[in-house]
T-cell receptor, first 113, second 113 residues
Framework: GQQLNQSPQSMFIQEGEDVSMNCTSS?????WLWYKQDPGEGPVLLIALYKAGELTSNGRLTAQFGITRKDSFLNISASIPSDVGIYFCAGQLGGTSYGKLTFGQGTILTVHP | GAGVSQTPSNKVTEKGKYVELRCDPISGHTALYWYRQSLGQGPEFLIY????????DSGLPNDRFFAVRPEGSVSTLKIQRTERGDSAVYLC???????????FGNGTRLTVT
């Protein structure tokens, strides 16, 4: 089946630093999504990208949908302690596969005050 | 309004037993999804309902897994003859019209001893 490779697996940063993580796929997707998951909770959508090449921001978060439709990255600027959590990328084909997301393995983010 | 509600939040069962996991989607959401998340991994798609019918059950691992949504609202994921490898967090999500984001519940943590 399809696989998403997400990197890095974990990051340890100081408060105030910028963070970058990315996701690559062997197959194309029509939508890329970035989620954050806190312990004991379900994933929460951060950013959705619908067009190849699209660059979208949500506060301190910026994400891009790769031109090839096989990759995406997420940047977090000026990190704060509440950014701690696990970040997942997810790809979606759409059409009859709508709602069937393929997730990456996650990036564990730790922010030191 | 309320988010996606899943019960129980935790379930411990013995190998070979039958379990039912319940999901109450956001009111008015027609689409409902089940995902399974193993430790240290991203969620994996199991099944997708549009209304009462299963539109895509390609992610169900084998015939021990079954899900229903008889009235197009609440859904139950049923696992027969549980195995230790079934231990995971089972996540439910719902969405409104096609193209709108998935909203995840906090999951049911299933432990098979």
């Amino acid at each position: 089946g399809q696989q998403l490779n997400q990197s890095p697996q974990s990051m340890f940063i100081q408060e105030g630093e910028d963070v970058s993580m990315n996701c690559t796929s062997s197959s194309i997707f029509n939508t890329w999504l970035w989620y954050k998951q806190d312990p004991g909770e379900g994933p929460v959508l951060l950013i959705a990208l619908y067009k190849a090449g699209e660059l979208t921001s949500n506060g301190r978060l910026t994400a891009q949908f790769g031109i090839t439709r096989k990759d995406s990255f997420l940047n977090i600027s000026a990190s704060i302690p509440s950014d701690v959590g696990i970040y997942f990328c997810a790809g979606q084909l759409g059409g009859t596969s709508y709602g069937k997301l393929t997730f990456g393995q996650g990036t564990i983010l730790t922010v030191h005050p | 309004g309320a988010g996606v509600s899943q019960t129980p939040s935790n379930k411990v069962t013995e190998k070979g037993k039958y379990v039912e996991l319940r999901c109450d989607p956001i009111s008015g959401h027609t689409a409902l999804y089940w995902y399974r998340q193993s430790l240290g991994q991203g969620p994996e798609f199991l099944i997708y309902f549009q209304g009462t019918g299963a539109a895509d059950d390609s992610g169900l691992p084998n015939d021990r897994f079954f899900a229903v949504r008889p009235e197009g609202s609440v859904s139950t994921l049923k696992i027969q003859r549980t195995e230790r490898g079934d231990s995971a967090v089972y996540l439910c999500a719902s969405s409104g019209r096609q193209g709108t984001p998935l909203h995840f519940g906090n999951g049911t943590r299933l432990t098979v001893t």
